[in-house]
T-cell receptor, first 114, second 110 residues
Framework: DAGVTQSPTHLIKTRGQQVTLRCSPK?????VSWYQQALGQGPQFIFQ???????QRGNFPDRFSGHQFPNYSSELNVNALLLGDSALYLC?????????????FGPGTRLLVL | GQQVMQIPQYQHVQEGEDFTTYCNSS?????IQWYKQRPGGHPVFLIQ?????EVKKQKRLTFQFGEAKKNSSLHITATQTTDVGTYFC??????????FGKGTKLTVNP
C-alpha cells in the first residue's frame, strides 16, 4: 500500500519563476491538503482539495493555486516566486469528509528560491 | 483566526530523563493531533485526541487533552536517543483545517 508520494524531492528556482509541485495521495484517500513549512516553523495550511475543488484556503496569496485530478492526485502551483517562498512543501491526504480524519504526510518537496 | 501555541520551543535532556511539551489553542478544538518530525524528514502522525479529558498512552508516550478541549500535552518517560526530533501539535476547530503549533525540538544527550 503506497503512502503519499510527492515530486520532485528538491527544486531550485529563481525569483519571478513559476513552479509546479505534484502529489499522489495514499491509496483510498480522496482529500489532499497542501502545507508550507518554513525552516524552524510548523507547517502552515495552504489549501485543501476534495472532489477536484478547493474546499478550504489558508492565508496565502493568489500566487498559490492548485488543482486536483479525477484520480485524486494534486498539483500546487506558485507563480512569481519570491525568496520567502523557499520552504518545504508538504502534501497530506485523508480519506473522509468529516472532522478528525487523520492526515498522512508525504516526504515533501524542498524548494529553494534564489 | 485560530492560533495554536506550543512550549517550550526547545528542550535538551539527558537520556533517561522525562520530557513534556504543552500545547494551547486560542479556540475550542474538535480534536488535536500530535506529529513527530525527525531532522530532514516529514511530520509523522502519532495520535489523535477527541474527547474532553482524554488520556492516551503509546509505550513511553502519554498524551492528554484538556477538559476544555483547548490544551494538550505530550509526556515522554525515560527519553531515548531515538526520541530526538520536533514534536508538533495540530488542532482542528470547526473546519478540517489543521493549525499547527511551532513545535518543540527535543534533543537527547546519550
Amino acid at each position: 500500500d503506497a503512502g503519499v508520494t510527492q515530486s520532485p524531492t528538491h527544486l531550485i528556482k529563481t525569483r519571478g519563476q513559476q513552479v509546479t509541485l505534484r502529489c499522489s495521495p495514499k491509496s483510498g484517500h480522496d482529500t489532499v491538503s497542501w502545507y508550507q513549512q518554513a525552516l524552524g516553523q510548523g507547517p502552515q495550511f495552504i489549501f485543501q482539495y476534495y472532489e477536484e475543488e478547493e474546499r478550504q484556503r489558508g492565508n496565502f496569496p493568489d500566487r498559490f493555486s492548485g488543482h486536483q485530478f479525477p484520480n485524486y492526485s494534486s498539483e500546487l502551483n506558485v507563480n512569481a516566486l519570491l525568496l520567502g517562498d523557499s520552504a518545504l512543501y508538504l502534501c497530506a491526504s485523508s480519506g473522509g469528509q468529516g472532522l478528525g480524519e487523520t492526515q498522512y504526510f508525504g516526504p515533501g518537496t524542498r524548494l529553494l528560491v534564489l | 483566526g485560530q492560533q495554536v501555541m506550543q512550549i517550550p520551543q526547545y528542550q535538551h535532556v539527558q537520556e533517561g530523563e522525562d520530557f513534556t511539551t504543552y500545547c494551547n489553542s486560542s479556540t475550542t478544538l474538535s480534536n488535536i493531533q500530535w506529529y513527530k518530525q525527525r531532522p530532514g524528514g516529514h511530520p509523522v502522525f502519532l495520535i489523535q485526541l477527541v474527547k474532553s479529558g482524554e488520556v492516551k498512552k503509546q509505550k513511553r508516550l502519554t498524551f492528554q487533552f484538556g477538559e476544555a478541549k483547548k490544551n494538550s500535552s505530550l509526556h515522554i518517560t525515560a527519553t531515548q536517543t531515538t526520541d530526538v526530533g520536533t514534536y508538533f501539535c495540530a488542532g482542528q476547530g470547526g473546519s478540517e483545517k489543521l493549525v499547527f503549533g511551532k513545535g518543540t525540538k527535543l534533543t537527547v544527550n546519550p
